[in-house]
């Protein structure tokens, strides 16, 4: 068995294999410094956080989960603060609900950093929770949000506690992102993001109908080197897609807990990812043959 990416790196080249994951940290990279550039510089292209903020004085955006929690909360929510979740709708309506993760949230640094570490330090063993316990959480940060009658969550939301200690300093909030990486390193692969965040759970709801989606469009050519699924932060979403043509399975990734991070298109030497739209989904012809009644 040849380490992961290898195949693709000597098929494609180095630049080829990591394209997308070289944007996305832009991406984060840019999203953090134009917060930044305000504060630190004067330069108040974007004013506010992640919570709210408002780019150029004129495009409002507000996170979706924010807004619900206010509004649990028995907050009125102004004008401007509906206009920004409008927005943000929309734009993950059409690049993705999760693209959030992969491509603006700050965690996904650490957490990335705790799956790269786990398989260069070659940890194994992973304790086990549903996945479908970050809805469960994020369930339980409204009911908070009720009770309380503030946004609770928001003390001690991880995304929020980096977005912010970037920007204005970390304080003790260090401990809790690093709490993050060690949890994800030693105790559950892929255990914040894939399991528990509330945040991305919010963004999963949004991208059940998100426009743009992966797709394993030259599955045929797979040849089942599995480097797809190592990289894959959700590497559940990949299974039928790619090897479910038998049952009628189209190609596309249609499960809304894909990232859209691109990597399984890096990572594959036969190229069989692309990005697609979730309308350019047929259904494979081997499986409706097959089930297709005599
Ligand atoms: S799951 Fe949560 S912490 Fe992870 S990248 Fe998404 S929003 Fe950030
Ligand atoms: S299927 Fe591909 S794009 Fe989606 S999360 Fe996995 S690696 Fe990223």
């Keep these: 068995m040849t380490a992961i990416g290898i195949e693709a790196i000597q098929a494609k080249g180095w630049w080829a294999t990591h394209r997308w994951l070289l944007l996305r940290r832009l991406s984060q990279l840019s ?162 993001c894939g399991h528990l965040c509330p945040v991305g759970a919010c963004f999963s709801l949004i991208g059940r109908w998100s426009l743009l989606r992966v797709s394993a469009e030259r599955r045929d050519s797979c040849n089942n080197c599995m480097d797809c699924f190592a990289v894959c932060p959700e590497p559940q979403v990949l299974r039928s897609p790619l090897k479910g043509a038998a049952k009628g399975a189209g190609p596309v990734v249609m499960s809304p807990n894909c990232t859209n991070c691109g990597r399984c298109i890096d990572i594959c030497s036969k190229d069989v990812f692309t990005l697609s739209s979730r309308f350019n989904n047929p259904v494979s012809m081997a499986g409706v043959s097959a089930t297709a009644p005599k």
């Design 31 to 192: 999203v953090m410094a134009l917060f930044m550039a305000g504060p630190w510089l004067g330069l108040w292209l974007v004013k506010g956080n992640l919570n709210h903020s408002r780019t150029l004085d004129v495009l409002p955006m507000t996170d979706p989960l924010v807004l619900i929690q206010s509004l649990a909360a028995g907050h009125a929510v102004e004008r401007n603060a509906l206009l920004g979740l409008a927005v943000v709708l929309l734009f993950y309506l059409i690049i993705g609900g999760r693209a959030y993760c992969s491509w603006v949230c700050p965690v996904n640094v650490v957490t990335d950093a705790a799956a790269w570490l786990r398989r260069r330090i070659g940890i194994r063993g992973s304790a086990h929770i549903s996945r479908s316990a970050r809805y469960w959480i994020l369930g339980m940060t409204l009911a908070l949000a009720a009770i309380t009658g503030s946004i609770a969550w928001e003390m001690i939301n991880p995304v929020s506690m980096l977005h912010r200690g970037l920007i204005f300093g970390m304080g003790a909030g260090w401990m809790v992102i690093l709490a993050v990486l060690l949890f994800d390193l030693f105790v559950m692969s892929r255990g914040w």
